[in-house]
């Protein structure tokens, strides 16, 4: 359970930044080279990396524990080669890093003054910022349940909206 946790907080932080490539843009010109540049500062500050690696490793992990219970015998050599294909060198992972970094250095460098960023630096390089850093993932983890549980009761209303919406449509298409 608590490797489903885990991996369910991981998913829900990828669907959110995931997100975040699909908003509408506005068509101001973007943050100016030395807010990217102090965006970019805070994501090194803050294990933007680091995070995205232990995200794949997670990943990898959820799908050869899935793989042992389906079928066992071929858990090995599923894991070999997940771990060939998603290491940290493949091109397909790099390019991943990299739009990870650019994804959150621009939100942050949007969102951020230049002297904020600064700040934000600050923190998370002080042995409080960086304490926090280590115990956001427990944090999500013991969240990850209650968004699980959350989205598993609300199935049932939807359905039962859905298929109510659905026979409203067909009685008024047949007056």
Known sequence: MRCSAKLGAL???IVVVGSLGGLPSRAQPGPDSAKLAAARELVE?????????????????????QMRTQNPGAAAEFERIMRTVLGPGSPKVKAYFNEIMEVTT??????????EL??????QRSPVGQKFQRVVPEAMARMAPVMMKFQAGIVPDMQDAMR??????GSSGRR
Not at 106 to 115: I, N, S, V
Not at 164 to 169: D, F, G, I, L, V
């Open 106 to 115: 621009t939100f942050y460098a949007e969102k951020f003054t230049f002297d």
């Open 45 to 65: 500050a803050m294990g933007g990396v680091a995070m995205a690696e232990r995200v794949v490793d997670e990943m990898i992990g959820g799908m050869v524990n």
């Open 164 to 169: 109510r919406a659905t026979e409203q449509a």
């Open 11 to 13: 998913f829900a932080a």
């Open 118 to 123: 600064r700040e934000l630096t600050v923190f």
